[in-house]
């Protein structure tokens, strides 16, 4: 089954390194799941060649009030379902914590008190 993840983010987050690592973490989180429907699909369609169908993961931008939404569609397995968001929501966290940290470290110096101008 394909389930969707929103993820709110504010406008002063570096937005390409949290997509780059987030389109990574679902992609490497649901490959088994992926791989098994791709050749569940292969099965039922008879397809020869490479298939029409794809479970790549997706990762979108919307624009939204506060800075932009992240959607991310992935495939996976009902029975695992709720796991797998959990564990996804918790890499994302990790990636936004992390991002967040580098944008600060990156505003420091310009921000810090008592630096010389030499």
């Known amino acids: 089954m394909w389930d969707e993840i929103k993820v709110s983010v504010p406008p002063a987050m570096g937005i390409h390194p949290l997509i780059k690592g987030i389109y990574e973490a679902t992609v490497k989180t649901t490959k088994r799941m992926r791989k ?23 990762v979108n931008l919307r624009p939204a009030e506060a800075g932009v939404d992240i959607v991310i569609r992935y495939i996976t397995r ?15 966290v990790e990636l936004m914590q992390g991002v967040s940290k580098e944008d600060r470290n990156l505003a420091a110096p310009l921000s810090s008190p008592g630096r010389s101008k030499g």
Do not use: C, D, Y
């Open 78 to 92: 009902a029975g695992v379902r709720v796991e797998t968001r959990n564990h996804l929501f918790a890499m994302i």
């Open 36 to 58: 098994m429907a791709e050749a569940e699909w292969k099965r039922v369609t008879h397809e020869e060649g490479s298939p029409q169908f794809s479970a790549m993961p997706s």
